[in-house]
C-alpha cells in the first residue's frame, strides 16, 4: 500500500463515523479558516509576492479578502442550505413526504493552481467543508513558496484528520488521481482538465473544472472607449496577465481600431508608469518556461505597444499586439500579451476562437 493509498484511505475512514456531517463541526472549520487568513496575513503576502511578485493590493483584493468574503457568505446561509427544501408531490405520493435532504459527497479531492494559488484552494475547500466533506488539497508546485506554506501552517488551524495537504509535481498527481475520491475539483488547463476527467470517469467521480481559454472581449463605434480601456487594462494586465478569465484578445470595427489602440496605450501609461518593471502594481510571470512561451507568441502579428522583456526578472512590459491572423499561434493559448484585431463589420468572423470552426469555446 502506498504512502497516499493510506493517506486517502485514512481519510475516508474519519469520514465514515460521521464526524463531518454536524453543522458544529462545519462552522468550527470555517472559522478556523477564516482565522488563518487574519493571523497569516501577512505571510500569505509575503509568499504570493515571493511566487509571483504579486503586489500587496492584488494579493488582498484578489486571493486573501475574496477568500475571506466568500468563507463569510457561507457562514452567513449554512444553516439554510442545511435544511431540507419541501418540494412539489405528484397525486400518488400526496401521503409522503418529500424534500431535498443535501448529503456531503465524502472525500473531495482539490487539485489548485498557481495564478491565484491561494484563492483557488481554499475558496473550493470553503465550499467543500460546508458542505462536510473530507478534503485533500493539492497546491500547484509552480507556486512553491505558496504551497510548502499552506502544507505547513494549515494543519495548524484545521481538522488533521479530515483535511489534508499533499505537496509535489506530475508524479504525485499522477498517484492521486489513481485513488478513488467523491468529488474532484480543479483548475487549470483543458489538457489537465482532460486527464482528470478520464480519471475520474473510471470511478464514476463527479468533477467540477475551472479551465482557462480564450475570452474575447468586441467593441464597436458605440461603446465609450476611455471606459472600455479602463477595464480591458485593468482587467488584462492585473496578475501580469496570469487570470483565466481575463479578456484574452479583443475585436473591433476597423473605424474605432486606431482610437482604442491610442487610448489602451494611454491608460497603460497612466496605471503602470512610464517603465512598468519599475512599478509596484505589476507582477511577474510565475517562471522561466512560461516567460519564454509568452515571449515567443510576440512574433505574431506586430507589437504595437510595450514588448520589451527582461528575462532575469520573468518580465514581459504589458504589450498590445495588432494585425493577427486567426491562426497564428498566439491566437491558439491563453496569453499574457493583447492582441487587437480590426475586422469589418460588427459580426465575429466565422474563423474566430469559439466560433463553428471546430475550436474550443472560450
Not at 488551524?157 to 488521481?177: A, F, H, Q, R
Not at 467523491?182 to 476527467?197: A, E, L, P, R
Not at 472600455?228 to 478569465?245: D, P, Y
Not at 481575463?246 to 473605424?255: F, G, I, K, R, S
Amino acid at each position: 500500500m502506498s504512502k497516499l493509498t493510506e493517506v486517502v484511505g485514512g481519510v475516508r475512514a474519519v469520514f465514515m463515523t460521521g464526524r463531518t456531517k454536524p453543522i458544529e463541526w462545519r462552522r468550527q472549520q470555517l472559522n478556523a479558516l477564516l482565522k488563518f487568513l487574519e493571523e497569516q496575513r501577512t505571510s500569505l503576502v509575503k509568499v504570493l509576492y515571493e511566487d509571483l511578485k504579486k503586489p500587496e493590493s492584488e494579493a488582498m483584493a484578489f486571493e486573501l479578502d475574496f477568500t475571506r468574503n466568500d468563507l463569510v457568505d457561507i457562514m452567513n446561509h449554512l444553516s439554510d442550505w442545511m435544511k431540507p427544501e419541501k418540494v412539489k408531490k405528484p397525486f400518488a405520493l400526496m401521503l409522503d413526504d418529500a424534500y431535498i435532504m443535501r448529503e456531503p459527497y465524502g472525500v473531495a479531492l482539490i487539485i489548485g493552481t498557481w495564478n491565484y494559488p491561494l484563492q483557488l484552494m481554499l475558496s473550493p475547500m470553503a465550499g467543500a467543508l460546508a458542505a462536510g466533506n473530507c478534503v485533500i488539497l493539492k497546491p500547484s508546485e509552480v507556486a512553491p513558496k505558496t504551497a510548502q506554506f499552506l502544507e505547513e501552517t494549515l494543519p495548524k488551524y484545521l481538522d488533521k484528520d479530515c483535511i489534508k495537504v499533499i505537496n509535489g509535481g506530475v508524479p504525485e498527481t499522477t498517484e492521486l488521481l489513481k485513488e478513488r475520491f467523491d468529488y474532484i475539483f480543479y483548475t487549470g488547463s483543458s489538457g489537465v482538465g482532460k486527464i482528470i476527467y478520464e480519471a475520474a470517469a473510471k470511478n464514476l467521480t463527479p468533477v467540477t473544472l475551472e479551465l482557462g481559454g480564450k475570452s474575447p472581449a468586441f467593441v464597436d463605434n458605440t461603446c465609450d472607449l476611455t471606459v472600455v480601456a479602463n477595464r480591458l487594462v485593468w482587467g488584462k494586465f492585473s496578475n501580469a496577465g496570469q487570470t483565466c478569465i481575463a479578456p484574452d484578445y479583443v475585436l473591433c470595427t476597423p473605424d474605432i481600431k486606431d482610437t482604442l489602440l491610442e487610448v489602451c496605450g494611454k491608460t497603460i501609461l497612466k496605471f503602470y508608469g512610464d517603465d512598468p518593471i519599475n512599478s509596484d502594481s505589476y507582477a511577474r510571470i510565475i517562471n522561466r518556461r512560461h516567460f519564454d512561451r509568452l515571449k515567443a507568441l510576440m512574433s505574431s502579428g506586430q507589437v504595437k505597444f510595450g514588448g520589451k522583456t527582461d528575462e532575469a526578472s520573468n518580465y514581459i512590459e504589458p504589450t498590445i499586439v495588432v494585425d493577427v491572423n486567426p491562426t497564428d499561434k498566439i491566437m491558439q493559448e491563453e496569453v499574457v500579451i493583447r492582441a487587437v484585431i480590426g475586422y469589418p463589420g460588427t459580426r465575429v468572423p466565422e474563423d474566430s476562437p469559439g466560433s463553428k470552426s471546430g475550436k474550443d469555446y472560450p
